[in-house]
């Protein structure tokens, strides 16, 4: 068998030139909006490498996966490919068409020259790893986005809890979105950070830009505020809502002892008697 | 092993803690404040934790305690100057602390313990 791969690996070294003209054939047929966007001589060098790399791996046995330095080499083609392509908004779809059209640019050369007794495992083999190739993509795809998503959450997470010195030794934190858990421990960070370095009295929690307070975001809060308590500040929350009242009381959720109001002036006002302060008349 | 020094001023005695405590020293800590509480019958107890920057479960359950047997002889207790990786290791092991007061700095402190024992001052005459 393996000889026999060799064989056709020869082979289809040999007609290169005829395949990748069909291939190109193809392509410019099947998946034209592509072709405008690369343009052909960008297309042909992908091709190019693709075949080549297919003809070195396709007397390899299947068996031997990505150890192998080739299976890299065509890893890092591909992700140049996919890379490419997706930042011109090519859609996976039409890079998966990219690939498999390559079969019908093998598969007619195959069937011209190879004899009808090995033809089928030949084609069998040839369109395993053509698939191979097109998953291989695919899956480059995936991983480039979700390499874009966890870049973007954290420059969200990075930009997410601001710190505001409203008056002397008061500091006021806006809280916007959603505060999960993860959140939560962020803002505690920042808010302790900034607790310790103004040496500030008073912490004011503004949910105004929380949507929707359930027990676990209250949760989160009294968490906030006992840790306010343990450093030996107070923390006040503003921006409670008469929507954000009864969704707490019916929830049965007790906030304990720690103080909220619904403004934040009036916040501010509380935090200004705590510290013993006063505006000028 | 580095003792803790308690200081009296006044009517308060204060705590710096400057060494890492370990469990035997630390109940070794609770039982000299006590005795000092009882020798000098001072009101206010601030403890300063600022240099100490492992509180574990422990140290912490300690630490209420103390203060809690210190409100038994009278003596107002505030805990000052927690480092924020102590405070987010004590909201991690469930530790709040709730009947313990605490504050930013000893200034802080002195302030709220002179409150703190004025308050029960008043109510001790009405």
Known sequence: MASEKKEIAALLSKYQEEILDAWHRQLIVRSNSLMEIIGLTEAKSFTQGILEHFITLFPLAETENDENKSYREIDDLFSDLSG??????????????????????????????????????????????????????????????????????????????????????????????????????????????????????????????????????????????????LMGAECIITGVRSRIAQTLVQLGVDLGDVVTRTTMSDGLQLALELTGQKIGE | MGEVTILKIGKN???????????????????????????????????????????????????????????????ETVLVGMKKEVVLTLIHLGLTMKNLHTALNIEDGLALLKSLTGRTYEKNRK
């Open chain 1, 84 to 229: 490419k392509m997706t930042s011109q908004n090519i859609s996976p779809s039409e890079i998966a068409v990219f690939i498999f059209s390559m079969k019908e640019a093998v598969f007619p050369i195959l069937q011209k020259y190879i004899d009808n007794k090995d033809l089928s495992g030949a084609i069998i083999s040839a369109g395993r790893l053509i698939d191979r190739f097109a998953v291989n993509t695919f899956e480059i795809y995936l991983n480039t986005r979700e390499k874009i998503i966890s870049e973007q959450q954290r420059a969200f997470m990075e930009i997410s809890v601001p710190v505001v010195r409203v008056w002397h030794r008061i500091i006021m934190i806006p809280l916007i979105g959603m505060l999960d858990s993860e959140r939560t421990q962020l803002m505690m960070e920042v808010m302790l950070t900034a607790l310790e370095d103004t040496q500030s009295k008073v912490a004011i929690l503004d949910i105004s830009g929380i949507p929707v307070v359930d027990t676990l975001v209250a949760r989160h809060l009294i968490t906030a505020a006992s840790a306010a308590k």
């Open chain 2, 13 to 75: 005695l204060i705590v710096p803690i400057q060494i890492e405590l370990h469990d035997q020293s630390a109940r070794k800590l609770q039982r000299d404040i006590l005795n000092y509480i009882e020798k000098t019958g001072a009101q206010g107890l601030l403890i300063d934790v600022s240099a100490v920057s492992i509180i574990d479960s422990f140290l912490g359950r300690l630490l209420v305690e103390t203060a809690k047997m210190a409100k038994l002889m009278g003596t």
